[in-house]
């Protein structure tokens, strides 16, 4: 039989760590680089690296631009990186086409050809 030490046993020779806290502890992945930086900062404040990295999480949040409702977010995202493809390709298109011709070419570039149309994702199924 295999000797297991029960963890909340009062007899238990192991020292127990205590909670000392009610945080919630979080790691946090940094290249080395700014780990060196957080310290020189924590230690110019006189803080533990701990405490460093959660005043500069707290000043970067509060300089942060608010954040607007979840839905709105990603149909502006859409809508600007539409208008920023649409900007792109109207450089490159020859200035000397007719204007209808600029037109289509460049509603197929942003919205695809209308064969893949039933396989667009964003693109509301058509009814049958």
Known sequence: MIGVSDFGSKDSTSPVRRRTGLDVISAVKMPELLTATVDAWAEAH???????ICKLVEFGLRIAPPT???????????TRLEELAVHEIEGLLDPAL??????RRIRRLTEGPPEFSHERIDL???RT
């Open 68 to 78: 607007p409702a979840s839905g709105s977010t990603v149909v502006s995202d859409a």
């Open 124 to 126: 509301p199924k058509p």
């Open 46 to 52: 006189q803080l533990s690296r701990s405490d460093a």
């Open 98 to 103: 007719p204007e209808d011709e600029r037109e």
